[in-house]
């Protein structure tokens, strides 16, 4: 794995991750199996114990309450990090500026996994270019070191959808910010399925396109910013996805009937998402992803056990 050495002159303490392997995966001790990118490790050493000696660093997750957010936190704190879940509900606000500097003193690595409360066109950019403005101000006046932003697949393919817009603009603002830094791009959380039907119509029929994707569980997602986060910053991109590639129209078809949502998908190649057009390639990493472990049976069986 790669440390991040820059930042062992900030850092107080080692840790031994292998020692306390159970505790950061489950009751069981196993980490899920997960494929890395090349050049990176390979799968069995991804998935065997971790003899690395993890430095013990300050990391704020700004959206450290939700659905990503609150798995990193979890993660980190079990890996022996000094972790803010930072949000609104904790009295740190991107938007008005609250918190921020109190929050990120001493922080070597910033993860932001906040997300647009309002997904309407002119909302999501004015959130996503004011948290960043504000949060990047308060990055270089704290000197982090790392700063670590989930983002989605084919982002940059996307730029007909307003939500992407907003994302674009996150991005470029990351790119521009002088703050070392590693930009996830995940694929489709299957926790989204639901809100992906919902954006295909109303009524008893939704249309939705039969364009692949590769659909990822949270899960999966949360350990793999968890990963990076430690990691040594990539001043790029670096992509995660789900084990399978399906297609839309049919996957959000088999989440309405293992929920038993009578409504039925009708493939239709002209359906947009969430306003983008889109064809085989668009929602699609590329060579070399690092693959989640959970399918959607797998998935599906783990959220129904866990209600
Ligand atoms: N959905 C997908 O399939 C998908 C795929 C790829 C990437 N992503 C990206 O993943 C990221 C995380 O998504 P998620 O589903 O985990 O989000 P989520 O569950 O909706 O959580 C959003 C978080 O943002 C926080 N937040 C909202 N306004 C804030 C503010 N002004 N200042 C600080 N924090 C604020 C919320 O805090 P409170 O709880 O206090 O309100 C919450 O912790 C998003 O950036 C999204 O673009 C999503």
Redesign the pocket.
């Known amino acids: 794995m790669d440390t991040f050495e820059g930042l062992l002159h900030r850092s107080a303490h080692t840790y031994d991750a292998s020692c306390t392997d159970a505790a950061h995966h489950g009751k069981s001790g196993k980490q899920p199996a997960m494929t890395r990118s090349a050049g990176f490790e390979s799968p069995e050493a991804a998935s065997a114990p971790r003899k690395t000696l993890e430095k013990i660093m300050k990391i704020v997750v700004?959206?450290?309450?939700?659905?990503?957010?609150?798995k990193v936190v979890k993660n980190l704190r079990g890996r022996g990090h000094d972790v803010i879940a930072?949000?609104?509900?904790?009295g740190?606000?991107?938007?008005?500026g609250e918190g921020l500097s109190e929050a990120l003193a001493g922080a070597n690595v910033v993860v932001?996994?906040?997300?647009?409360?309002s997904f309407e066109d002119a909302a999501v950019l004015e959130?996503f270019t004011t948290?960043g403005k504000n949060l990047f101000a308060a990055e270089r006046a704290a000197g982090v070191q790392h700063h670590v932003?989930?983002?989605?697949?084919g982002t940059d393919r996307l730029a007909q959808s307003g939500?992407f817009r907003g994302?674009i603009a996150?991005e470029k603002l990351i790119r521009e910010s002088g703050v070392p830094y590693t930009i996830i791009?995940?694929?489709?959380?299957f926790?989204?399925l639901g809100?992906i039907a919902q954006s295909g119509g109303d009524g008893q029929t939704i249309r939705l396109s039969p364009a692949y994707f590769q659909?990822i569980a949270?899960d999966d997602?949360g350990a793999a910013v968890a990963d990076y986060a430690v990691e040594a910053p990539r001043n790029g991109i670096v992509e995660i996805a789900g084990p399978d590639r399906v297609r839309l129209a049919d996957m959000v078809q088999r989440f309405l009937d293992a929920t038993h949502d009578s409504r039925k998908v009708v493939a239709d190649t002209g359906a947009r998402y969430f306003g983008a057009e889109l064809n085989d390639d668009t929602l699609v990493p590329g060579a070399n992803p690092r693959l989640g472990a959970l399918n959607f049976d797998a998935w599906f069986s783990q959220s129904q056990a866990a209600r």
């Open positions: 700004i959206g450290g309450t939700g659905l990503i957010g609150s930072a949000s609104p509900a904790s740190v606000n991107t938007i008005t932001d996994l906040a997300n647009s409360p959130f948290a932003a989930l983002s989605v697949v939500y994302k996150q791009h995940s694929t489709q959380f926790e989204f809100g659909p949270s997602v």
